[in-house]
């Protein structure tokens, strides 16, 4: 029996191959919070009957439904691969790095047609009986990450799903050797692309991928489920920067509107060779919005930097990611 609190909870995944059709959990992850549940859309008939006061329940119906919510988690160095492919769109295989245990992924900004995935999470009752709840069909609306100091790198995924399964069984969690990157392995680097460099004073920053989807293809002949949901806009790419201000390299940024390519990278113990474990976010064009310094009193001045990702013409927006993972399933 498990504990019968979050402490017993799990949470696995699966790439599906068809939208919506459930795939056995092969990898588990650690998580911090989720959010997904069940929604549901009904309809009451309003018919009038004589001397009727309360509608009748036989005359309440289920019309669509689906599921969604969040899941947040910590940036890890292994089995991230299902999840950053799911939001970036590219179907990626790790590439090997000089005969070592070292694989690549390079995961880059394509349209997520055909990537989903299945999330079965265990929750317990008290008694330490754990229910399942599977959730099929799951596309990666947004994601967000962050890490300021003395932190963790974390990970808030909005989820949209299909369905909630509730008859698989329940797959038995394992877990890989895996750590968690952080703020003391953290850079953020500008300047020109592929000849970035480090900017000093930063104390946080965020990054979060907005995919615009129709997430409401209800059609009939579908028993109320939807329809794999598709891009109905451009990708959304925003962030922002804290930093004391020790430099003006993006407060002139902000002056001119000028264009400047950003790495914000995490580079964990060695794997083999010169090959670390790593977390990296690549936008070769970005330009700051606003919030230029301010004096607000004695303190340091620590201005926060607000920026949205563009395309440079040329080069494409990707997360690479190092780890020991041959494989993303």
Known sequence: MAIGSGLGSQLGLAVESVYGTYVAPTKFTEFTKSGIVLRKTTAQSAGIAANRLLALSSRRVLTTQDAGGSVDLEVVSKGMGPLLQTLMGTSVTPVQQ?????????HTLADTAGKSLTLQMGVPLTTGTVTDKTYVGCKIISAEFS???????TASFEIDAKNCDETQTLAAASYSNMAPFHFGQMALKTGSFGTETSLDGVRKVSIKIERAMAVDRYYAGAAGLKA???SNDLVK???????????????DL???DAA???????LGPTIALTHKETFRI???AIKVDDAPPAVEGFDVIRPTYNFSALYD???AVAIEYMSTDVTLS
């Open 98 to 106: 000089a005969a070592t245990a070292a694989y690549l992924q390079t």
């Open 147 to 153: 890490c300021e100091q003395s932190g963790m790198l």
């Open 228 to 230: 794999e949901p598709i």
């Open 237 to 251: 790419i925003t962030g922002s920067v804290e930093m004391d201000y020790v430099n003006t390299t993006l407060d």
């Open 254 to 256: 902000h002056t001119s």
């Open 260 to 266: 400047t390519s950003l790495v914000w990278e995490f």
């Open 282 to 284: 690549k936008l070769p």
């Open 313 to 315: 013409g040329t080069n």
